[in-house]
């Protein structure tokens, strides 16, 4: 019988975004099996931890995960029975540990016809068991489990539906974003509760410019040519650098016409206003680049640029919806409305939830600053978490009030504006002190950085010993290659980044980016490390959501920090 014992054992799910993910999560859903959910881009490590912990004997995966990550952590996880693999693959596994055996899909599906099976009961879940233990891929440390019941994902689903306008059955979302992510299971949850049709993609064949996209042929944006979309900053920022790279490209006359309708459409829509005849001679090919038909694309996970969103609302004709939650409030807090096209503030809070902030007296904010009040966000209501599983040390960011309702501490700082928006200012675990005094957000300095062309990633670092802000750079490799070759400075790309000749130049060219958005003299990196090698959740020294994991970088980058700091 392949079934587990008990209502209530964890089932793991460690497999990439398709379709028989969320088969196999409704599966559990309403057989009340909790589902643990793992990114599949997690080291050994990681994932021996999440199966060790939640006790698993079943686990659902994909043949590739199964033969390149799986396979070798097996022994480490003795518990674990059952491996259902999701692809149609052969039925006879030989060579894996006595004890665990492999099933493919198909055949677990049809053992619900065989006789000797009898009819199965559903277990019907209650409101307050839980549906999944949803591992963070964890800026910090090793990931947490945080416990998410069915109610808090009804209730985090209802709010996120009710800011989108007119959903429904004609509407197509692609998903391509991690499943284990909170932001892409309830989008994806949202869009089966409205029947829409939903298109399974990956960030390497989005486009028709992805990298595992054949020159020449589509990318899947423009087969399915999706209404709806999430999307984490980061692939904006990289849409919005690339389409501008060949704005540059273009001769005089394009480029002028480009700018003209640019800025005209820009204060056309701040006054609330189409702009129909440039949407079709100007601005048509950018928007068939995520296939011609998108009517909303929701953004979270991190903030984004007040460029990157201006850039969007304009050449893709459809606005942003900016969210704000998190895994422990079951990814609903805010989303701004579809008509707000301000920049930098994530709107007001969902149906399903409460904000309140609370003075941060150590980082000088304060509910009484003027002119809007300041200070740490908590979010409250039935979308607020369980905590996190067999962690009880790390639960003290969860509290109950004295009306019964559950609120969570996000470590954010947030500010209200007068018509109940939320704009995120800073983040407590950002915030440095320097040798002088001064305060400086990590995360300001990196959030104003990233839109200078020449900066593909920043990592921005401090020192409270020291007196100065450094970085650790990824450099756009065509803008490099372009000012190496303005400077005479020569090499292949990795003696490029090594060369302090080259350092320093790009080093100038940040300067007066920072200059430019009025970073303070003390908040500007005065020495930097140039890196050949992008940061992918795969090197780990990014989440899924591409979050900076900062004891990570800072491990890579330990030598170069002394020697920036003058230790070598």
Avoid at 378 to 386: A, C, E, F
């Amino acid at each position: 019988m392949l079934r587990p014992t008990g209502a209530h054992n964890n089932i793991a799910i460690f497999c990439e975004t398709r379709a028989e993910w969320v088969i196999a999560a409704q599966a559990c859903f309403m057989q009340n099996f909790p589902l643990v959910t793992l990114y599949s881009t997690l080291g050994g490590p990681a994932i021996t931890h999440g199966l060790n912990e939640t006790e698993v004997s079943h686990i659902i995966t994909s043949r590739e995960l199964l033969e390149t990550r799986l396979k070798f952590i097996l022994l480490e996880v003795p518990r674990l029975q059952h491996i259902i693999v999701v692809d149609d693959t052969p039925t006879e596994w030989p060579g894996y540990p006595r004890g665990i055996s492999v099933h493919n899909m198909a055949t677990v599906q049809g053992l619900r016809t065989k006789p000797e099976n009898g009819k199965r009961v559903c277990v019907c879940p209650m409101p307050s068991d839980i549906a999944v233990i949803m591992y963070t891929s964890g800026s910090t440390g090793i990931p947490k489990g945080v416990m998410i019941s069915h109610s808090n994902i009804i209730a985090g689903i209802t709010g996120m539906a009710e800011r989108i306008p007119n959903l429904g059955e004609n509407d197509t979302y692609i998903g391509y974003l991690p499943l284990a992510h909170v932001l892409e299971l309830s989008a994806e949850l949202v869009c089966v509760a409205h029947g829409c049709r939903i298109g399974y993609s990956s960030p390497q064949t989005l486009a028709d410019q992805s990298t595992k996209i054949k020159k020449g042929s589509k990318g899947d944006t423009s087969v399915l040519q999706p209404t709806l979309m999430a999307a984490v900053p980061e692939i904006m920022d990289r849409i919005y650098k690339n389409v501008m790279t060949k704005v540059e490209e273009m001769s005089s006359a394009q480029r002028t016409l480009f700018t003209l309708a640019y800025n005209y459409k820009l204060e056309q829509l701040s006054q609330g206003r189409s702009t129909p005849l440039c949407d079709n001679l100007v601005f048509k090919k950018v928007r068939s680049l995520l296939g011609g038909k998108t009517r909303v694309l929701l953004s979270g996970g991190a903030p984004l640029s007040a460029a990157t969103q201006r850039f969007i609302n304009v050449c893709f004709c459809c606005p942003v919806g900016q969210g704000y939650g998190l895994t422990e409030t079951c990814g609903a807090g805010t989303i701004s409305e579809m008509w707000d096209y301000s920049t930098g503030r994530v709107g007001g809070p969902l149906i399903c939830s409460e904000i309140k902030l609370k003075d941060w007296v150590e980082g000088g904010y304060h509910i009484t600053d003027t002119p809007t009040p300041r200070g740490e966000i908590l979010i409250g209501g039935p979308n607020v978490t369980m905590g996190y599983y067999k962690n009880e040390a790390k639960n003290q960011d969860f509290f109950v009030d004295e009306t019964g309702q559950r609120w969570f501490c996000t470590g954010d700082i947030g500010e209200v504006h007068p018509d109940g928006c939320l704009k995120i200012i800073d983040r407590k675990k950002d915030l440095v002190k320097l040798q002088a005094g001064e305060y400086v957000s990590l995360g300001k300095v990196e959030a104003m950085l990233k839109n200078c062309p020449l900066i593909d990633n920043i990592c921005a670092y401090a020192n409270s010993d020291e007196m100065y802000v450094i970085g650790f750079v990824v450099p756009n490799q065509k803008n490099l290659l372009l000012l190496a070759e303005q400077y005479l400075i020569r090499g292949s790309w990795e003696e490029l980044c090594d060369n302090a000749a080259m350092e320093e130049v790009v080093l100038q060219v940040i300067t007066e980016a920072a200059l430019s958005a009025q970073l303070e003299r003390f908040e500007i990196p005065r020495k930097i490390r140039l890196s050949p090698d992008p940061w992918t959740p795969e090197t780990g020294l990014v989440t899924e959501a591409f979050k900076l994991k900062r004891q990570q970088l800072k491990s890579k980058y330990q030598d170069d920090i002394e020697r920036m700091y003058g230790g070598k």
